[in-house]
């Protein structure tokens, strides 16, 4: 199974102040995920990653840029933090270069911005 | 997201009851994963499924594409079943995007 590491694990921002959270996962998956989680609507997929260079905008991706410097390490990037912003993101890798797209999660990251 | 629509929101059994979920799709899907999210926020893997049926333990699950839709079967229902379950589905674009339901709350009763 994979390990998906994302820190921090809570923060706390400043509106208008830059945040970015880090996601680490360890078996050589090509494609990574951010998604947010706020009541009511599920998991809603911001950016995605097919490998090391590669961004791609989900279904919300207003507000957040993604970098992927490494096939290890995918970063989500709020440039100017709104309280709009506060939510719970998950990170997520998948390997589907055999046509299985089986993802795994990471523990989360409580974000607050106020 | 829209392309993934899943009920019951919100469902209450007691111990050792069963019953099932369901997720339709309004776009064609070439796989489903089914996640139970625990108390403390944590997605567990129940099921991957690319055609087909898939049984463990007290849970089976089933994904048609032709018809869209997905199901998940529990029985015998325990209090630690109690949780938020998810599908998420990967569109037939091979474009890899997965799309999840907005859930079902499982309430386990005594």
């Known amino acids: 199974e994979a390990a998906v590491t994302q820190s921090p694990r809570n923060k706390v921002a400043v509106t208008g102040g830059k945040v970015t959270l880090s996601c680490n996962q360890t078996?050589?998956?090509?494609?990574m995920y951010w998604y947010r989680q706020d009541t009511g609507h599920g998991l809603r997929l911001i950016h995605y990653?097919?490998?090391?260079?590669?961004?791609e905008k989900g279904d919300i991706p207003d507000g957040y840029k993604a970098s992927r410097p490494s096939q290890e390490n995918f970063s989500l990037i709020l440039e100017l933090a709104t309280p709009s912003q506060t939510s719970v993101y998950f990170c997520?890798?998948?390997?589907?270069?055999?046509?299985?797209?089986?993802?795994?999660f990471g523990k989360g990251t409580r974000l607050t911005v106020v | 997201g829209d392309q993934v629509e899943q009920s019951p929101s919100a469902l209450s059994l007691h111990e050792g009851t069963g019953s099932a979920l369901r997720c339709n799709f309004t776009?064609?899907?070439?796989?489903v994963q089914w996640f139970q999210q625990n108390s403390r926020g944590s997605l567990i893997n129940l099921f991957y499924?690319?055609?087909g049926t898939k049984e463990n333990g007290r849970l089976k699950s089933t994904f048609n594409s032709k018809e869209s839709y997905s199901t998940l079967h529990i029985r015998d229902a325990q209090l630690e079943d109690s949780g938020t379950y998810f599908c998420?589905?990967?569109?037939?674009?091979?474009?890899?995007?997965?799309?999840f339901g907005a859930g079902t709350k499982l309430t386990i009763k005594p």
């Open positions: 776009t064609t899907m070439r796989a």
């Open positions: 997520a890798s998948g390997d589907a270069r055999q046509g299985n797209t089986e993802v795994f």
């Open positions: 990653s097919y490998g090391a260079g590669s961004t």
């Open positions: 998420a589905a990967e569109e037939d674009y091979g474009n890899e995007k997965i799309t």
């Open positions: 078996n050589n998956h090509n494609n």
């Open positions: 499924l690319a055609s």
